[in-house]
C-alpha cells in the first residue's frame, strides 16, 4: 500500500503572484507573435493594407505597453504588501 497524499496547497496570494509573474515573462513573446501577423495577410500591396497594418501594429503596441503596465502595477502592490510597507502616494490618500 502506498501512503497517503496530502493535498498541495498554495496560498491564493502566492499563486496569483507567480502566475502574473507568468504573464509578465510571456508577454514579449505574445506580443513578438502578433506583431509578425501582418506579414502572413494575403493581398495586394496597396495603401489600403499598408495603412491597416500600421494601424494594427501601433494599436497592438498601445495594448501591449497597457498590459505590461497593468501587471506590473499589480505585482508592485503585491510585493508593497508582503514587505509591509506602503508607497508614499497610498500613505497621502491618493491625492
Not at 501582418?38 to 495594448?63: A, H, N
Request: aromatic share 8%; with cysteine.
Amino acid at each position: 500500500m502506498s501512503p497517503e497524499r496530502t493535498p498541495l496547497f498554495l496560498a491564493r496570494r502566492t499563486y496569483r503572484r507567480r502566475r502574473l509573474a507568468d504573464a509578465a515573462r510571456i508577454l514579449p513573446l505574445i506580443g513578438g507573435v502578433l506583431f509578425c501577423l501582418p506579414l502572413l495577410w494575403k493581398g495586394s500591396p496597396t495603401s489600403d493594407s499598408t495603412v491597416q497594418s500600421l494601424i494594427y501594429v501601433f494599436g497592438l503596441w498601445v495594448v501591449l505597453i497597457l498590459a505590461s503596465a497593468i501587471i506590473s502595477r499589480h505585482l508592485r502592490l503585491d510585493d508593497n504588501e508582503r514587505d509591509g510597507t506602503r508607497s508614499e502616494h497610498e500613505e497621502t490618500g491618493g491625492t
